[in-house]
């Protein structure tokens, strides 16, 4: 018997470098790539104002990131028909050294915001905030009224709902309700 041929081999996709790089430079420029579902269409990378956008195919994007997906460097959400890729730490640094680019540059998602001065947890004024004392006025008595004997911050003493006025039912003479303003049988 001859032997068999070895199975073929999986096919791969054929980015162009140059598709390759863009869409690496805009994830790593972003933190996260969105990528419609449609295979056919075409996406256009970098700033949505600019005239001159990149534009690579979809599928580019999604088997790229597939890619980057399986080695653990973004997480993946899919929502509405979108792929939404993330760039995790590893990636990060995959990208860094792929793009050659210096470990100080980190992509937007990643920084941490700037902190201002004077400013302490709980708002303007203090901890606390304007309410006054740590977590407002959480700790104690509600403005509103409760009902005597009940919960606090229900409805006040004073309260008696009236539902007379609507359509479609009334009381007639003993008490019982008629749909649709007819008598009750």
Excluded at 1 to 7: A, I, K, N, T, V
Excluded at 42 to 53: A, F, I, M, N, W
Aim: net charge positive.
């Amino acid at each position: 018997p001859l032997p068999l041929p070895p199975p073929p081999l999986s096919p791969a996709m054929i980015v162009p470098k140059k598709n390759r790089i863009a869409i690496y430079n805009q994830l790593f420029k972003d933190g996260v790539i969105v990528a419609a579902k449609d295979h056919f269409g075409v996406t256009s990378l970098g700033d949505p104002k600019d005239e001159t956008r990149e534009k690579v195919p979809t599928l580019h994007i999604i088997k790229l990131c597939q890619s980057l997906d399986s080695r653990g460097l973004v997480r993946t959400t899919f929502s509405w028909q979108h792929y939404y890729y993330f760039l995790e730490d590893a990636g990060v640094a995959y990208l860094q050294s792929y793009l050659g680019i210096p470990s100080e540059v980190i992509p937007t998602t990643h920084q941490k915001p700037p902190r201002t001065a004077g400013r302490l947890p709980g708002g303007p004024g203090g901890p606390g905030g304007p309410r006054g004392g740590p977590g407002g006025d959480r700790g104690g008595p509600r403005r509103f009224g409760g009902a005597p004997g009940g919960k606090p911050g229900g409805p006040g003493g004073d309260f008696k709902p009236s539902f007379g006025g609507q359509e479609g039912y009334r009381a007639d003479e003993g008490g019982a309700a008629a749909p649709f303003g007819g008598r009750a049988q």
